[in-house]
């Protein structure tokens, strides 16, 4: 695995928008995975200001997002494809027929998955995942304890997961306690992964993933056993 560091939160954001910059000029169709929180924040801050100057060109790229709370509307401030829409995917020149979330208001979420999980097939799987990580080592929605032959599904979040996601909502019993999440197996199929962190609270986990034991106990340790995964770290994510 490799590893980049950079001083800060900003320059790991732009050292991100750069990388899929490139990624985007090699391969214009590029399918993008893409997630959610507050890390890659800056990123598409960064992807916008490129693609409103014209160094980025999205009108080919395909993304699918990692994950989705499952119930809650696509329209409710907090699902993920309302942030998505609102943080990035409105101010670009993507085709809304080439951006791909989880429903959250599906009526067979069983059958979503496996509808999900088709999609990706058929655009040629995911050239470029984006993906952050939980403090406790989770990838997506994929809590400590799944399985790394996962693939797209319903999966409810650990008590720690809602601790964190409550501070979006107005109160706790407001989060939702499931949601639609790519596998692990899914994450490991894209053929280039980079993952973001930054900040002292997640330092733990990002050197557990790095080069703790490959355990289904810290999920993104699994990507220890990918053949090209970035670590993007600020300062303060990294003290090994
Ligand atoms: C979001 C996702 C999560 C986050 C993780 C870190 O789509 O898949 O795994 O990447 O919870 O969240 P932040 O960036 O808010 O610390």
Redesign the pocket.
């Known amino acids: 695995m490799k590893k980049i560091i950079e001083k800060d939160y900003q320059s790991l954001s732009e050292k991100a928008a750069l990388l899929i910059k490139e990624e985007i000029e090699k391969n214009p169709s590029l399918v993008l995975g893409?997630?959610?929180?507050?890390?890659?924040l800056g990123l598409y801050k960064k992807l916008i200001e490129m693609n409103k100057k014209g160094e980025v060109d999205f009108s080919q790229v395909t993304t699918f997002?990692?994950?989705e709370y499952l119930g809650i509307s696509s329209s409710h401030p907090q699902s993920?494809n309302y942030y998505m829409h609102k943080n990035f995917f409105d101010e670009i020149n993507i085709k809304k027929e080439n951006v791909f979330i989880p429903h959250g208001e599906t009526e067979n979420p069983e059958e979503h998955c496996k509808w999900y999980e088709k999609k990706i097939e058929e655009k040629g799987g995911i050239d470029l995942q984006i993906?952050?990580?939980?403090?406790n080592g989770?990838?997506?929605?994929?809590e400590p304890g799944s399985s790394f032959s996962s693939s797209t599904r319903v999966v409810s979040l650990s008590k720690e997961?809602i601790e964190?996601?409550s501070r979006f909502f107005e109160k706790k019993e407001e989060v939702p306690k499931k949601a639609i999440?790519m596998g692990i197996e899914t994450i490991l199929k894209s053929k280039r992964i980079i993952l973001?962190?930054?900040?002292e609270n997640?330092k733990e986990a990002v050197k557990k993933a790095f080069k703790g034991k490959v355990t289904e106990e810290v999920p993104a340790s699994v990507l220890q056993t990918h053949s090209r995964v970035t670590f993007l770290l600020d300062e303060k994510a990294e003290d090994f």
Do not use: E, M, Q
């Open positions: 893409l997630a959610t929180g507050s890390t890659p997002n990692l994950d993920y993906l952050g990580i939980g403090g989770h990838i997506g929605f994929n997961t964190d996601n999440t973001l962190s930054s900040g997640k």
